[in-house]
């Protein structure tokens, strides 16, 4: 194929169980401040002292800086969020506001500096086969468009009409998010391209149903609380998408990571072009006010 090495059924049954087993997870978080605190706290503190040493070691596909820096700013996103949903204040803060919009840039950066370099790789690197090239600086452009046109910073607020109490985030449109995942698509198969098949499109879509047909606005709480499920599990059982039954590997095709990340190169530069459009036309501050708001348009 042309992506990937050939998807037995299993494999696709499976990434549909993924797919659907994150989506419930996230709902299940949703339902209580203490149950979040039990999954994003207690249990990756209790992983990090008794399994990941172990299962994350150097050497192993997860073992890698990327990785333990990836599971922990997710977590740390999941109980930032979490603060800013039930500490009484918090979301009134101006200050703590900038929290959400700081740690999404953090975490796309993260990726765009692994994007440029893993362009000099060419060979196995920590268990995994990385073919580096003009791709990966080509995504790592886009991924810099991708924090450029975060807008609304102050426009975050909490849904203090319903119990989950979710924190909604209106100028993060799907435009935005498409090209977010196209983005961070093409970022996982450059970088981690044997992990691509779950940890790039089932848990890319994982978060982008919810905010699409869910939760509309909680794109990032659903991003964040998704990815740290995933990449607890994955650290926690590598051997899932390195060598089981259901692992299914990259093909490592040039032309397909030409394409990957040439479409996440040009969906960014269209959204880069309407963000700066909106901004000079409506005379609009990005970081402090709504680009996309009604009242621009």
Known sequence: MFLFESIPWYSALMW???????????????????????????????????????????????????????????????LGFLALRHIKGAAQNKYLLLFPPLILSLNILEAVIRDFQVSGFNGMVDGMLLVGGPWNIMNGIAGILNIITISGWMGIYIDEKSKQR?????????????????????????????????????LLI?????????????????????????????????????????????????????????????????????HFYRIFKHKKNPLAEEVYSEKAA
């Not at 990756?44 to 333990?68: C, D, E, Q, R």
């Not at 509309?216 to 039954?245: C, E, I, N, Y």
Request: hydrophobic fraction near 55%; charge should be positive; aromatic fraction near 18%.
């Open 16 to 78: 549909f169980a993924v797919l659907g087993g994150l989506i419930l997870l996230n709902e299940i978080a949703r339902l209580s401040k203490w149950l979040s605190l039990a999954l994003f706290l207690v249990l990756p503190a209790v992983l990090t002292v008794t399994v990941w040493p172990k299962t994350a070691a150097p050497g192993s596909s997860v073992g890698t800086w990327f990785h333990w820096a990836k599971v922990y700013s997710a977590l740390a996103g999941c």
């Open 166 to 202: 979710d924190m909604l985030w209106p100028d993060m449109k799907w435009f935005w998010i498409i090209a977010y995942d196209l983005w961070n698509f093409a970022y996982v198969y450059n970088c981690v391209p044997d992990h691509s098949f779950y940890a790039g499109a089932a």
């Open 206 to 274: 994982s978060c982008t149903i919810p905010a699409f047909f869910i939760k509309k606005d909680a794109w990032l709480q659903h991003r964040a609380q998704t990815l740290g499920f995933w990449m607890m599990f994955v650290m926690t059982f590598p051997t899932f998408v390195d060598t089981s039954m259901f692992a299914v590997k990259s093909s490592h095709n040039v032309a397909a990571l030409y394409v990957v990340s040439g479409l996440s190169l040009a969906s960014n530069m269209a959204v880069a072009v309407y």
